[in-house]
């Protein structure tokens, strides 16, 4: 029903000016504020989508101040996507306070419901793919899929980051993976062989960021010999009994989980092969690249530090400093194993000799466990299930004078894991 209305005769739409007036003009006129704009930056986006929203809203009607508190929480959530690539941008922040004001003066709440991007289409704000659809239906817009990007880390432990850049760490304690405005997970290294830098994972904490009314936050933790299918709290999923927008599910009982993660779009496996745990996440890209400042040390998006590196510039070294060996210096005294045993042990799991094969043979050199071969190989097929384009799943050595990494030059290249081991152990 309509609201009373102030006077006999009065407009039956009242004007939307007074309200839209914290966003300021700059926002409200087309093209305003380019020269500002990063080409990365969607604040334009943004509030023509809120513009879009409120356009049709008579402000004298009861339901006005549900449908426009749902535009600016969509309108805030837009903004919130953009804080990293709008980073000092003028036209940005102006919206980000103006909204603030806005919904201060209406009593909005900051979580709730969402306005859809078209009214004839059902939009579910906790599920990821979906806003990526309502977009599309924006002016009968078709906008590019998501670009969804992969991190990964095993063994010793080697890190593929969301770049595909593939590097061999040292990092001994804990080290955050990511840390972006909605997700952070934090791994915990630890020796694994008695006076050597190669360290393995034995810790990982997973925190799922509150978001909106989908999920609170949910915190994940497992330990060597402790790998639980629920968050600390118990509970198995996040967010009301219909949402669930967020949900665990034991893949095998203590040994290897799965976390999706509908709202964020995202998917983590974890497992754990020997006394040792293995992580691969699949996450869009806009998320990930969505924090702030002083979130800069993550080793999925940066890598490790050089400080901290043991391979050469993101790959396991290879061929050049063979020659410096020497003879009968292949075997590691170590780990039981020789170059010849351990590759053997590795092909029968791995029939590609790319930087996976390579790993594993690294790993048995390094510690002659065994079980390194199994979280090689499951990390591939992590990469397989996760990661978006099947050209990158492998990754070949490099040498200075080219691509390497073919049986007829195999041996020569496993001296250089040698050397390494020497040095570094």
Known sequence: MPRPRPAAGAEPRLSLRPLLAPLGLLLLLPGAGDCQLHASCGIQKCTTDFVSFTSHLNAALEDFDLEFCKALRAYSACTYRNSKVCRGNLVYHSAVLGISDLMAQRNCTKDGPTSSTNPGMTHDPCNYSSHTEAREHQGGEKTPAPTYLFCGLFGDPHLRTFKDHFQTCKVEGAWPLIDNNYLSV??????????????????????????????????????????????VDGTTSGGDGNTRSLNIVEKVSGKYIEMHARHIGTTVYVRQLGHYLTLAIQMPRELVMAYEEGQDLQLCVNGCPSSERIDDSGHLPLPVMSKLLPQGSAAHPRSGYTLETAATKCHEKMLVKDIYFYSCVFDLLTTGDANFTAAAHSALQDVEALHPRKEHWHIFPRSRAGVVGRDSKFFVHLGLVSFILVVFL
């Open 186 to 231: 934090q791994v915990t290294n630890v020796p694994v062989v008695p006076g050597s830098s190669a360290t393995a994972t034995n810790k990982i904490t997973i925190i799922f960021k509150s978001y909106q009314d989908c999920t609170e936050q949910k915190v994940y933790q497992a330990v060597t010999d402790d790998l639980p299918a629920a968050f």
